[in-house]
């Protein structure tokens, strides 16, 4: 949308007429565009520092809060976990 804070700019990849008649779009992110202010400063978006919207499905908008951030999850925090993959 013109008037939207972030830009994302696609390339078209493919395009598949799903059974329904809708048409499902794959693409490669080519662009994004969006204001400074909405980056912190380790380089992440906060969506919550300006005012946007998410949605879930067709029909459903949200306003979006951040809640928490974790530590990212690497080969050897799974490594050192007490929660090991069982065997079958």
């Known amino acids: 949308m013109k008037e939207s804070s972030v830009k994302i700019?696609?390339?078209l990849?493919?395009?598949i007429l799903l059974p329904n008649g809708c048409r499902l779009i794959?693409?490669?992110v080519?662009?994004?565009e969006l204001p400074d202010a909405?980056?912190?400063s380790i380089g992440q978006i906060d969506l919550s520092s300006y005012n946007c919207a998410g949605i879930s499905g067709l029909d459903?908008?949200?306003s979006l809060q951040k809640i928490d951030s974790f530590p990212y999850v690497n080969q050897d925090v799974l490594e050192?976990?007490?929660f090991k993959p069982t065997d079958k």
Do not use: R
Request: avoid cysteine.
């Open 9 to 11: 700019g696609l390339k």
């Open 13 to 15: 990849l493919d395009e």
């Open 26 to 28: 794959i693409g490669s």
């Open 30 to 32: 080519e662009m994004v």
């Open 38 to 40: 909405s980056v912190d």
């Open 60 to 62: 459903s908008y949200y």
């Open 80 to 82: 050192q976990s007490e």
